[in-house]
């Protein structure tokens, strides 16, 4: 993450209530890392959050 609260912290390391607070707060920024913060969101929202911990395991980080 580029700036903010959890500034210099992995995407898919965010947890899901500030996700969601970006959400309910008018939506995620333009741009790709909206996009992302959107695909990591929709991920832990729908519980498949695993997928992301088997990724970072397998390349690292």
């Known amino acids: 993450m580029p700036f903010g609260k959890y500034k210099d912290t992995l ?3 965010m947890p899901i209530s500030y996700l969601e607070w970006m959400h309910n707060k ?3 920024p333009a ?3 909206g996009m ?7 991920i832990k929202s729908n519980g ?3 997928l992301l911990r088997q990724i970072k395991f397998k ?3």
């Open 36 to 42: 992302l913060l959107s695909t990591v969101f929709e």
């Open 59 to 61: 390349y690292g980080k």
């Open 48 to 50: 498949v959050d695993q």
């Open 26 to 28: 008018g939506g995620f």
């Open 11 to 13: 995407i898919c390391d």
């Open 31 to 33: 741009g790709k890392l």
